[in-house]
């Protein structure tokens, strides 16, 4: 099975940035889907981005041009760059992957003065 695990979450003021990491162990296949979605409290879970190992990347509207998911394929890992960060991003941030259904343990992004 394919266990994942997130870092970068933090606190950070209005306009700053972040970086998340989801680092995936166990049971690597080299055809994928993986990406994040977010929970704020009181919310449901919303997609925030995704990337296929072809490269083929998709964005909720409200990230777009603030935020970029990579990956580095040596380390098994996908990469969230979020730029410009605003108070409405505070949020759990929860690694995916879409092929076997699995979720990371989540990493808390909080943007405010």
């Known amino acids: 099975q394919v266990q994942l695990v997130e870092s970068g979450g933090g606190l950070v003021q209005p306009g700053g940035s972040l970086r998340l990491s989801c680092a995936a162990s166990g049971s690597i296949v080299s055809i994928y889907v993986r990406g994040w979605y977010r929970q704020a409290p009181g919310k449901q879970r919303e997609f925030v981005a995704s990337l296929s190992s072809d490269g083929h990347t998709n964005y909720a509207d409200s990230v777009k041009g603030r935020f970029t998911i990579s990956r580095d394929n040596a380390k098994n890992t996908v990469l969230l760059q979020m730029n410009s960060l605003k108070p409405e991003d505070t949020a759990v941030y929860y690694c995916?992957?879409?092929?076997?259904?699995?979720w990371g343990q989540g990493t808390q992004v909080t943007v405010s003065s």
């Open positions: 995916h992957d879409f092929g076997v259904g699995r």
